[in-house]
């Protein structure tokens, strides 16, 4: 049983830092995608930043390039998103997602994931 168990989330003020954690509680295989998306309220979910576990290549949406990183440490089975100069316009539910398979084509679309967190909120003033 997959289970993504996020963490980190909470108030900050604009140009803090905060770092969430995603921790996945299941073997899945060692090639698969992982990263995280963000709900804000009356707006669709979007994808965040993504990872491919077995190559490392990493996905960005452009509103994150250079503020967010995405990383992974494969022996904690955890996935982290630091999350710098965080603005007013971050402010959002977080979710992780896990998929099989290589991130590729389409990393940042949430249809494509099938394995999701109860999400943390992030909440920038």
């Known amino acids: 049983h997959v289970q993504l168990v996020e963490s980190g989330g909470g108030s900050v003020q604009a140009g803090g830092s905060l770092r969430l954690s995603c921790l996945l509680t299941?073997?899945?295989?060692?090639?698969?995608?992982m990263g995280w998306f963000r709900q804000a309220p009356g707006a669709e979910r979007e994808g965040v930043a993504t990872?491919?576990?077995?190559?490392?290549?990493?996905y960005y949406a452009d509103s994150v390039k250079g503020r967010f990183t995405i990383s992974q440490d494969n022996a904690a089975n955890t996935v982290y998103l630091q999350m710098n100069s965080l603005k007013p316009e971050d402010t959002a539910m977080y979710y992780c997602a896990a998929r099989t398979g290589s991130c590729g084509g389409y990393a940042l679309v949430p249809s494509n994931y099938n394995y999701w967190g109860q999400g943390t909120q992030v909440t920038v003033s």
């Open positions: 299941a073997i899945m295989s060692k090639h698969k995608c």
């Open positions: 990872i491919s576990t077995g190559s490392g290549s990493t």
